[in-house]
Each structure stands twice: as structure tokens, then as C-alpha cells.
């Protein structure tokens, strides 16, 4: 990994020298999320590796190009897992993109976000600098916690080189449960199942259907189960699940001229009415089909609900234009994003535009 770390220290020093943009890509699985993909490719896949796992300290350390799946089949030999279950959308997935993106999966109301899972990242900053946040246990932050900082940041600060993650065990028992309820009396039912005592590790409404996944220890999945009632579903769950975390799931099949957003809002928040939905987290995380232009009025509704909406798939020649990606920022939240830009990439060479036009 040293040789390649060399390389991507040259390939930036010579773009910040001729202030040429660069495109970090490791195996390109997330290339569409973001506003826009500017400039030369600096490759990360030559990154690859687990420099360090110990299984009985509950964490592990690999290179950024490591391929997602490699990190997931060494755990699942140890029965551990990462259990926010990020998404791959794509055989060539990495640890750097899963980083970089800072996306989770259904189990994320339960189990905690990718930032949540960080314990240290390497950055190799605009100016060719190699620097070194954070460590391999929790307690090992003093100041601003800069390696979380860098979890969906969409590589604007710099090339994340190598990361240390926590893990955990994979759960005991698991059960999904299946109800028939329109999409106001799942939201009510999930909310008060919320202030109970119950195992509840994932959920998903559509089409007046509603699934909950119950993980914990056998006793607990049990007794949830002869609580809440509804039919369980068996053979099928895990590909149920895997369906909504890569978004295979027939929902997010999209017709010419629609786009996907993803809309995050309070879990009480009433259903939107908006155009075709999904509904994942409880409630707080809603995904909506409808067309890319219909950000002006999506965002204003969404705003009055104390949230806000991304722009997460749409062709691509509708991502190159003036339709926001993610909401817009308020003038101090701008600010702290421009000077942290000009703080890490001074020269402003790394992933130009993906995040914000301006950034």
C-alpha cells in the first residue's frame, strides 16, 4: 500500500501544481449520487487490504480500495458484522466510498450510522499531506472529531486513504413480521411500538403493507412477537431486506422521467401525499418517485415538516443541470462548509461540485 499511497501523494501534488480538479473513485458504485463528477479519475482501488482486525476488541482497519464485501466475508468468519448494513449498489463497492457517501441501510434507526461506526480515519489533504484522525477505540477524540466529519462529506476534503471501523456480533434471533395497514396507521403503529420495550431493528411501509424486522436475543424476539402479532415471514426476509438496502426492491425501478428522492423527516410527520412512497426508519426516512423538477415544491413542503429532501437518483443529463441535489444550506452552515473546503483542499481540486456547486 505504500507504493500506492506514493502514487495518489505525486498524482495530487502535481494537480494542486497545475490547480487540476481531481475525481476520487474507488470502484464507482456511487458515482450517481452527488451533484456532479468533475475532473481527472485518482483511482483508490490500489488501496486494498486489512491491515488490522481483532475480533475480541470489536474493530477493524483496511485501505480505502478495499472492496466492501472482502470486509463483510472476513467479519462474517468471527460472526460479526457491520450493523448499520451499508449499501453496495454494485460489486465494486469500497470501504473509502462506503465512507465518503456515509449511506446506511434499514438498520440504521437501531444500530447507528456509518459516522456512528468510525473510530479513525487516514486523509491525504489537497496539499499532499498525509494525516491521521482518531484511532481504534471510541475514547479517542480530543477536540473536533474529524474523522466523523469526513463520513458523507463526498470526498470534497480529501482522499480518505485507510479507516478504522467498530463491529459488532452478529444478532442472536430474528423474526419479520408483516401487517396490513395504510400508510397513516403504519406511521401510528410504528410510533407507538417505538416507546416500548421491543427488539424493533428495521421497518419498511409500502403499499398498505407494513414489515418490521425484530433482532435480539431469542427470549426477547419472542415475547415481541407474541406482543405485536402479524404474519412472519420466513424464507423470504433476507432477501426482503436486501432488497430495500440495494435498492432492488421493484419500488425504486424507475420510468423515464422520474427521479428518487430521498426525503428525511420527523417520525410523527403525517403522510406526505406527494406521489408514490416508501417509508423506512420509523417513518423518518421517506423515498418518493416523482420528476427531478419538482424540487421547488417537494422542498417547501418538506421544510414545513422540519426536514429536508435529496435528489438521490435521476438521469443523468438532469443531475448536470440547476436542480439542487441536496437541500440548500443556511448562510452560517455555507460558511463553516467553505472553510472547512479551504482549510483541507485549499486549491479546491478534490471532487469539484459533488457536493455543492460551490464547494
Known sequence: MDHALRQLIDQVNDARHRAAPLRICGGGSKDFYGQTLQGE???????NGITSYEPSELYIRAGAGTPLADIEAALAKHHQTLPFEPPHFGPGATLGGMVSAGLSGPARPSAGSVRDHVLGVSLLNGQGQQLQFGGTVMKNVAGYDVSRLLVGALGILGVVTEVSLKVLAQPVAEATLVFELDEAGAIAQLNRWGGLPLPLNASCWHADRLWVRLRGAHAAVQAAQA?????????????????LREQTHPFFA????????????????????????????????????????????????IVESGGHATLFRAPAEVQRT???VF??????????????????????????GRFYADL
Open 254 to 301: 424507475l420510468q423515464p422521467g422520474q427521479a428518487l428522492w430521498r426525503v428525511s423527516v420527523p417520525d410523527t410527520t403525517p403522510p406526505l401525499g406527494l406521489g408514490p412512497s416508501l417509508l423506512e426508519w420509523g417513518g423518518g426516512q421517506r423515498w418518493l418517485k416523482q420528476t427531478p423538477n419538482f424540487d421547488i415544491k417537494l422542498r417547501s413542503a
Open 322 to 324: 440547476d436542480v439542487a
Open 227 to 243: 406482543r405485536m402479532g402479524g404474519m412472519v415471514l420466513r424464507d423470504d426476509a433476507p432477501v426482503f431486506w436486501a432488497s
Open 327 to 352: 437541500s440548500p444550506l443556511s448562510p452560517p452552515l455555507a460558511r463553516i462548509h467553505r472553510e472547512l473546503k479551504k482549510e483541507f483542499d485549499p486549491a479546491g481540486i478534490f471532487n469539484r
Open 41 to 47: 479519475r485518482l483511482d483508490t482501488t490500489a488501496l
